[in-house]
Each structure stands twice: as structure tokens, then as C-alpha cells.
């Protein structure tokens, strides 16, 4: 299956700022997905992420907020900007590796806290 | 909206025991569904995939999907402590939302010795 690192594990920041995770992948994948996990909630698709074109987001989730990029296959960054205490949660990429499992592989997530 | 509902818990099973978890979803385009197993403080991690109707088995875990009832579900066999998480259904979608998983709400296992 597909190795996923994402950066920063965690993090503590202060509102009004804005923190870039990253999410690399051992191989190339097509597709990337964001999601978000609050407190205690479940997970909620954040934006798609393809190399070469505009991440497509999710209702509720808006490009201003949380600017995706993906400059190649293994790759890709999501910032949460101008951040509030509402933004406190964890944040994972996912893939779909083609090792041939089927299923989706998460990233070890990223705990942001906004104080 | 795209719903997926899972059966509430929290669920509480002697060890050796079979556990039981079931989802419902609404969408009957959805063409893939998940179990994943979150342990508190992690992320989550895939234990089963299953696309057809039927039954699907792997060591201690089958997974059961009726897309006729949009029914899908979860058994653990000879259930462990280790067992213990919170597992969560997720249903994928198709057609040009491929690979957009909407998550259920999670049903956290025990499984006491």
C-alpha cells in the first residue's frame, strides 16, 4: 500500500495566521484527496486534488479558505488561511494508491489547534 | 444530500464474540464501500472494501453489502481487545464524483476481556 507522509504532525497557531500541511506520496498517484476531522465528528471531504488543474471543492469548503496545490504526482499542500478557533481539527490527505488494494490509504493527519 | 448512517453505539462485546456493525446510505449510485478502524489519536486505517453484493470475507472480518437495501455491514469474528476503536463506514461515490467518500459517524467498539 501506499506510504503517505504528512507534515506537520501538529500544530498550535494563532487566529488571523496560516498553516500549509503537505502530503508526499512514495508513488505516483492521480488523484489526492483533503478532509477534515472536528472534535469528536467524523470525516468530511475537504477538496480533490489532480495534478495539472484547479482542486475541486467540496459545498461548504471555498478556494479562498483552503488553497490546494499539486505541482506533480506525489505531492500536494493544503493551506488553512486567516484561521479561527473553529479551524481546530485534524486534517488528512488520502490516495488511492495502484498497488492493486482497493480502497483509499490516509496520511497520519495533521492536528491543528487555533488559539 | 449524500447520507450515510451508522448503526449508534457506543457497541459493548465480551471478548471471543462476534461484533456487529451496520451503515445505511442513500445514495444508489454509490458503487464502493469501506470499513475503516480508527484508533483514538490516529488516523483512519482501511480493514475492508467490498463492491459487489454479497458477502466478503478476510481472516476475522466479512463484510456484507445489499445495494437493493443500501445496506451495508461489518462482522467481527472471535472479537479482541484490540478490536476496540471506533470503525466507520464510508460509501464511495461514482460516475464523475469517483473517489469521494462520504463517512458515516463512526460506531466506537468495545470489546472487553
Known amino acids: 500500500s501506499a506510504v503517505i507522509s504528512q507534515k506537520p504532525s501538529r500544530d498550535i497557531c494563532q487566529r488571523g495566521t496560516s498553516l500549509t500541511i503537505q502530503c508526499q506520496v512514495d508513488s505516483q498517484v492521480t488523484m489526492m484527496f483533503w478532509y477534515r476531522q472536528q472534535p469528536g465528528q467524523s470525516l468530511t471531504l475537504i477538496a480533490t486534488a489532480n495534478q495539472g488543474s484547479e482542486a475541486t471543492y467540496e459545498s461548504g469548503f471555498v478556494i479562498d479558505k483552503f488553497p490546494i496545490s499539486r505541482p506533480n504526482l506525489t505531492f500536494s499542500t493544503l493551506t488553512v488561511s486567516n484561521m479561527s478557533p473553529e479551524d481546530s481539527s485534524i486534517y488528512l490527505c488520502s490516495v488511492e494508491p495502484y498497488t492493486g488494494v482497493f480502497g483509499y490509504t490516509f496520511g497520519s493527519g495533521t492536528r491543528l489547534t487555533v488559539v | 444530500q449524500k447520507e450515510v448512517e451508522q448503526n449508534s453505539g457506543p457497541l459493548s462485546v465480551p471478548e471471543g464474540a462476534i461484533a456487529s456493525l451496520n451503515c445505511t446510505y442513500s445514495d444508489r449510485g454509490s458503487q464502493s464501500f469501506f470499513w475503516y478502524r480508527q484508533y483514538s489519536g490516529k488516523s483512519p486505517e482501511l480493514i475492508m472494501s467490498?463492491?459487489?453484493?454479497g458477502d466478503k470475507e478476510d481472516g476475522r472480518f466479512t463484510a456484507q453489502l445489499n445495494k437493493a437495501s443500501q445496506y451495508v455491514s461489518l462482522l467481527i469474528r472471535d472479537s479482541q481487545p484490540s478490536d476496540s476503536a471506533t470503525y466507520l463506514c464510508?460509501?464511495?461515490?461514482?460516475?464523475?464524483?469517483?473517489?469521494?467518500?462520504?463517512f458515516g459517524q463512526g460506531t466506537i467498539l468495545t470489546v472487553h476481556p
Open positions: 467490498i463492491y459487489s453484493n
Open positions: 464510508a460509501v464511495g461515490a461514482g460516475g464523475t464524483s469517483y473517489g469521494k467518500l462520504t
